[in-house]
């Protein structure tokens, strides 16, 4: 006859054995999905996609704040603004200028030493 003793421990055994069991059954679906490298990626690529979107949304926000801040910089204060895009203007116009006279003066240039070495290089 069996024991109560004997009983218990049978139970406890057997509950001993389904707990393994279940440990396994999580060791080897962990270990599956590290093998799974398309879900792995695929899984990197959503973040990803998550992550350029909130950065986008958070400089889309940024953006309309400043351009506000701008707008009401310039209502304020028209003058110093049109002062400094003025200013803009005749940078960007002087170094326009600029480019093209070195660029005329290097093709100039260009032009009398093709000469001279034509005239050397026939005789």
């Known amino acids: 006859m069996a024991t109560k003793k004997d009983t218990t421990d049978t139970d406890a055994i057997r509950a001993d054995i389904e707990h393994t069991r279940e440990d396994l059954g999580d060791t080897v679906d962990a270990l599956a999905a590290k093998a799974d490298v398309k879900t792995r990626a695929k899984d990197a690529v959503a973040g990803a996609k998550e992550r350029v979107a909130d950065t986008a949304s958070a400089v889309s926000e ?41 660029a005329r003066a290097q093709r100039r240039w260009w032009h009398r030493y093709s ?7 026939r005789r």
């Open 62 to 102: 940024q953006a309309t704040e400043r351009a506000g801040e701008v707008t009401e910089t310039v209502r304020r204060r028209p003058v110093p603004v049109a002062a400094a895009v003025g200013g803009l203007l005749a940078a960007v116009s002087a170094a326009v200028v600029v480019r093209r006279r070195r």
């Open 115 to 121: 000469e001279r070495a034509g005239r050397i290089w």
